[in-house]
């Protein structure tokens, strides 16, 4: 396939990326964020990480944040907390697996705060309890399904690319939206939603998401 830019290019992340597209790219998103309330049971916490912009939303106690190690599990979350004066240590490529090696092995006597969603990702909270750490979920947010997905299913049939920043927006879509032999190009932020649609048995592709030049990467890639 050959970009132009007149393609139909659908972002499904819940978050509007930041961006001097010109509506190129049209942010559908495929679930709704619910707020959750919570409590902090440790207040020894000498490092906490968010997990994803939603957890930096609906979280709210960020007094704590100057005072401890603050992670973020990529770009657009660091962004997020910029913008709230945090500053924050951040993976060199987005996801769980870059974040752990970023934390290290030696974490015995520190205590973590993992902020996520409900159904959120476990592996930095498995990595932190198995190197030594002790640790405690806030769970901030959860997220929701629409009722139905008639009203947005014909932007989706109309487009030529498609970005998924979750395997829950990838979920959804093939489940309620994707018709057999539509001839779109399926592009995600991560390995790990790639290897999750290509699972399903449909071909995907990686994408540098966090780039300054979007259609770019779009371009290069398919």
Known sequence: MVLNYYMNIIDTSTNIKDSS?????????LFKIEPIKYEISDSLITDIVFQ??????????????KRINVFAMGESTQRALNKIGI??????IPGSSSLKELLGKKLIKRRFAIVRGLDGLDEVHNHVIRYGADAENIVCYKRKKFLSYNEICEKFNKADIVIFSSTFAAEIFFENI?????????????KRIKEYIN????????????????????????
């Open 178 to 190: 994707y018709v057999t032999g539509s001839e779109i190009s399926f592009l995600c932020i991560s």
């Open 21 to 29: 597209l010109d509506n190129s790219i049209e942010n559908v998103s």
């Open 52 to 65: 994803s912009v939603a957890s930096v939303k609906h979280f709210k106690h960020f007094e704590m944040c």
């Open 87 to 92: 500053d924050s240590n951040v993976p060199a």
């Open 199 to 222: 699972n399903l048995g449909y071909e995907a592709k990686t994408i540098n998401y966090y780039s300054n030049d979007l259609l770019n990467e779009i371009k290069k890639t398919i």
